[in-house]
């Protein structure tokens, strides 16, 4: 191998006509793979490959070059571990990285390391390995205390990294496939001693690019950053069966991280299609790390049993200074949702949303002080939530069943929501009464249909940060390389 550097219901939800017509019209601005051009000497071909990253690398080697096999049959997983062991080496002359070139590339389990690019052909698909053996089990994250599936461990992500910096996942629309359905059988049939693995989560890391990737199948969350920071998750698709549904499949959840831009990203989940978190109950408490300064915009969800952007329910190191704007949501269950309760502690502040469109919905909003799961019985009762300042403005919903439910806490309600120039056309078989509203306190202007008597209309403009983040001022390099390969 050479290589030179240069600088069912499911699918008829989503052969929907407006889904169609969006996939085909929908441009990605910031990730970028282009090929300069394929020769054939022979039975080789000779490809030049060009891509947007926020670092490129000295070092390239081929998952071939390791006894990488893209039969779908060989496990890869020695392959895997040999080859990013090797380019480990090269961390401070210059990094490495690892191509995955076309074939479908079975594996369990393996681990990145520090600046260090994972790049896969577009013809490439990874496929997770349904060998129990080939996940092992590692120890809860210390602010959830114990599993999100059972208590004690959890089987490791299909693709793992910690205490990692400037690290690169990414292709050219590539397929990473964890082949869950066996998982989800198992959990629904309560005979899985561990919590399911996520696809990819990168833990105690900086500098992090998951970009330009498919994502099918997981068995549980897809993307999970956690203790993280200068996250960038740009160009994904990210599609999970929802009849049956897929248990668990949320898209992308970034937990207790600083910095994180999410962008360009169409997602059909089973649960959340972004759900900020930030630990679970008195471990979360404990821990104290917020996620705080996230965008997020340019996101389009199909979720028809949970919400397009969910704060929480894992919330109680805190969530604040959250911006997400140009949002689509299609058939699903709620386009923003708060979930909190009694014993969470933690707030969730400063949040902004704007130029949302929802098509079919349960919800456009709603916010929950109720939501009654725990990681065990020793949380605080008097740990409450604090719910401060929200902001929606410059919205528009169609074929909406109810606008609004915003069910605070009793004592502890949810203050200094703000929504203006909000249009919600309600379905045939509407809520008769559009708007339920109990312990929120709030304004509205330009609000059609009529909000509840808790957010009396006032004229004003909800505000929206006219700043920027320093993670969307990041530059994105033009890396290059040529691959040989038959």
Request: proline share 5%; with cysteine.
């Given at each position: 191998?050479?290589?030179?550097?240069?600088?069912?219901?499911?699918?008829?939800?989503?052969?929907?006509?407006?889904?169609?017509?969006?996939?085909?019209?929908?441009?990605?601005?910031?990730?970028?793979?282009?090929?300069?051009?394929?020769?054939?000497?022979?039975?080789?071909?000779?490809?030049?490959?060009?891509?947007?990253?926020?670092?490129?690398?000295?070092?390239?080697?081929?998952?071939?070059?390791?006894?990488?096999?893209?039969?779908?049959?060989?496990?890869?997983?020695?392959?895997?571990?040999?080859?990013?062991?090797?380019?480990?080496?090269?961390?401070?002359?210059g990094g490495s990285q690892l191509f995955v070139p076309p074939g479908q590339w079975l594996t369990g389990s393996f681990n990145l390391t520090s600046h260090f690019t994972l790049f896969l052909h577009k013809d490439a698909v990874l496929l997770a390995s349904q060998e129990e053996s080939e996940w092992p089990v590692i120890a809860p994250l210390p602010s959830y205390g114990r599993g999100r599936d059972?208590?004690?461990?959890?089987?490791?992500?299909?693709?793992?990294?910690?205490?990692?910096?400037?690290?690169?996942?990414?292709?050219?629309?590539?397929?990473?496939?964890?082949?869950?359905?066996?998982?989800?059988?198992?959990?629904?049939?309560?005979?899985?001693?561990?919590?399911?693995?996520?696809?990819?989560?990168?833990?105690?890391?900086?500098?992090?690019?998951?970009?330009?990737?498919?994502?099918?199948?997981?068995?549980?969350?897809?993307?999970?950053?956690?203790?993280?920071?200068?996250?960038?998750?740009?160009?994904?698709?990210?599609?999970?069966?929802?009849?049956?549904?897929?248990?668990?499949?949320?898209?992308?959840?970034?937990?207790?991280?600083?910095?994180?831009?999410?962008?360009?990203?169409?997602?059909?989940?089973?649960?959340?299609?972004?759900?900020?978190?930030?630990?679970?109950?008195?471990?979360?408490?404990?821990?104290?790390?917020?996620?705080?300064?996230?965008?997020?915009?340019?996101?389009?969800?199909?979720?028809?049993?949970?919400?397009?952007?969910?704060?929480?329910?894992?919330?109680?190191?805190?969530?604040?200074?959250?911006?997400?704007?140009?949002?689509?949501?299609?058939?699903?269950?709620?386009?923003?949702?708060?979930?909190?309760?009694?014993?969470?502690?933690?707030?969730?502040?400063?949040?902004?949303?704007?130029?949302?469109?929802?098509?079919?919905?349960?919800?456009?909003?709603?916010?929950?002080?109720?939501?009654?799961?725990?990681?065990?019985?020793?949380?605080?009762?008097?740990?409450?939530?604090?719910?401060?300042?929200?902001?929606?403005?410059?919205?528009?919903?169609?074929?909406?069943?109810?606008?609004?439910?915003?069910?605070?806490?009793?004592?502890?309600?949810?203050?200094?929501?703000?929504?203006?120039?909000?249009?919600?056309?309600?379905?045939?078989?509407?809520?008769?009464?559009?708007?339920?509203?109990?312990?929120?306190?709030?304004?509205?202007?330009?609000?059609?249909?009529?909000?509840?008597?808790?957010?009396?209309?006032?004229?004003?403009?909800?505000?929206?940060?006219?700043?920027?983040?320093?993670?969307?001022?990041?530059?994105?390099?033009?890396?290059?390389?040529?691959?040989?390969?038959?």
């Amino acid at each position: 191998m050479e290589f030179c550097r240069k600088n069912s219901k499911l699918q008829v939800l989503m052969l929907l006509l407006s889904v169609v017509l969006l996939i085909g019209l929908l441009s990605f601005e910031g990730v970028e793979c282009r090929k300069k051009g394929k020769k054939k000497k022979g039975n080789v071909l000779e490809e030049n490959i060009e891509y947007s990253a926020m670092s490129c690398r000295a070092h390239i080697a081929s998952l071939t070059d390791f006894g990488g096999v893209g039969d779908g049959i060989t496990s890869n997983t020695n392959a895997f571990k040999a080859a990013i062991e090797h380019l480990g080496q090269f961390s401070y002359d210059g990094g490495s990285q690892l191509f995955v070139p076309p074939g479908q590339w079975l594996t369990g389990s393996f681990n990145l390391t520090s600046h260090f690019t994972l790049f896969l052909h577009k013809d490439a698909v990874l496929l997770a390995s349904q060998e129990e053996s080939e996940w092992p089990v590692i120890a809860p994250l210390p602010s959830y205390g114990r599993g999100r599936d059972a208590a004690g461990g959890r089987y490791i992500s299909l693709i793992f990294g910690t205490n990692l910096t400037d690290v690169i996942v990414t292709g050219d629309n590539a397929t990473i496939d964890g082949q869950g359905a066996l998982w989800w059988q198992k959990f629904k049939k309560g005979k899985l001693k561990y919590t399911r693995p996520y696809l990819i989560e990168i833990m105690y890391s900086d500098q992090v690019q998951i970009s330009n990737l498919t994502f099918l199948n997981s068995p549980s969350w897809n993307v999970h950053p956690v203790y993280s920071s200068n996250v960038i998750i740009k160009g994904v698709t990210i599609l999970a069966p929802i009849v049956p549904i897929s248990p668990n499949t949320d898209g992308i959840n970034p937990d207790s991280c600083t910095n994180v831009l999410i962008e360009d990203c169409y997602i059909v989940s089973g649960d959340d299609c972004v759900a900020v978190k930030s630990g679970w109950d008195e471990y979360g408490i404990a821990f104290a790390m917020p996620t705080q300064h996230l965008v997020i915009r340019r996101l389009t969800c199909i979720s028809p049993d949970s919400a397009v952007i969910a704060l929480g329910s894992e919330m109680s190191g805190g969530i604040q200074d959250v911006r997400a704007e140009d949002i689509l949501a299609i058939n699903s269950e709620s386009g923003i949702r708060i979930k909190t309760a009694v014993g969470r502690g933690g707030y969730v502040k400063d949040i902004f949303v704007r130029r949302m469109t929802m098509k079919t919905m349960k919800w456009a909003f709603w916010m929950t002080g109720n939501y009654g799961s725990h990681a065990d019985n020793n949380y605080d009762p008097n740990a409450l939530p604090v719910i401060q300042g929200i902001s929606y403005t410059d919205m528009v919903a169609d074929n909406v069943t109810m606008a609004a439910r915003l069910e605070g806490i009793d004592g502890d309600p949810f203050t200094g929501i703000c929504i203006s120039n909000v249009t919600i056309g309600l379905a045939r078989k509407a809520k008769k009464v559009p708007w339920t509203c109990t312990n929120i306190s709030g304004i509205t202007t330009g609000v059609s249909p009529k909000p509840c008597d808790l957010l009396p209309e006032q004229v004003t403009t909800c505000s929206y940060p006219t700043d920027s983040l320093a993670i969307e001022n990041v530059e994105q390099k033009l890396c290059s390389f040529r691959v040989n390969y038959k």
